[in-house]
């Protein structure tokens, strides 16, 4: 073999090894659904722009959870659709969370709902069978609304630890927020049940009255239901 041809099998070669490692490269540093989705929260929410760098825990859970996060570890997609109240999420056809574009959350209100709906939508399993049990005649409402509070809870439970552990970035939360408000507020039931009792009239949301509508919607109060339910 010629001293040509070996040159050019080596620039050959070198050429090979180089786009193998670009693609490889590219690979790496490819965005993830999760990315995706939150970079579509940040154009449609812009108060969340530049609160959370992509390597905070914050930002790598919520990543993480868009990924994998939703029913039987499906993706959950971002929805621009407004809110019946400050957030939301659902987990029918597709799981979707969706954040309020109004302006009288901040940016940080913002985030602290986010990962909430995320933590939230863990329970979307069991809330199903919560629902079936409606459809059934299995469960009466006063059950139905106890049940569906207590796995609230739960997400708001572990949401506040982990925003307590990670911080959102920035400065203190205003005292009038909601996520100063969401830091603040015990989780055991029967405080939780005491808070929306003193505040029911200053209160957008209360779980106690969307859970019981949501009963009525899937089961008529005329259809009696099953004893034992």
């Known amino acids: 073999m010629q001293q040509s041809d070996l040159l050019s099998m080596a620039i050959r070669l070198a ?25 579509q929260v940040l154009d449609d929410r812009p108060a969340m722009r530049d609160i959370v760098p992509t390597d ?14 939703g029913l039987q570890n499906r993706r959950v997609h971002w929805d621009n659709t407004e809110p019946m109240y400050g957030a939301e999420h659902a987990c029918e056809t597709l799981c979707v969370v969706r954040v309020a574009s109004d302006q009288g959350y901040t940016g940080r ?3 602290a709902m986010l990962i909430f709906e995320l933590f939230n939508l863990s329970h979307a399993g ?6 079936w049990k409606v459809v059934h ?10 049940e569906s509070l207590r796995l609230e809870i ?11 552990r990670y911080p959102i970035p920035g400065v203190a939360p205003t005292v009038y927020g909601f996520y100063y408000r969401f830091l603040a507020t015990p ?11 003193r505040n029911q009239r200053k209160l957008r949301y209360d779980p106690r009255v969307y859970n019981a509508k949501i009963y009525d919607s899937l089961r008529p109060s005329s259809t009696p239901v099953q004893n034992g339910g």
């Open 15 to 39: 050429f090979t090894i180089l786009i193998a490692h670009c693609i490889s490269s590219h690979d790496t540093h490819a965005e993830s659904f999760g990315d995706r989705q939150i970079a």
């Open 56 to 69: 905070h825990p914050i930002y790598r859970f919520a990543s993480e959870k868009f990924s994998t996060g």
């Open 109 to 111: 209100d913002k985030w």
């Open 126 to 131: 069991d809330v199903g069978k919560l629902r």
């Open 137 to 146: 005649g299995e469960i009466d409402k006063d059950a139905f609304v106890h």
């Open 154 to 164: 739960d997400a708001m439970r572990r949401t506040q630890a982990f925003l307590t």
């Open 187 to 197: 989780f055991t039931i029967d405080e939780y049940l005491g808070f929306l009792d």
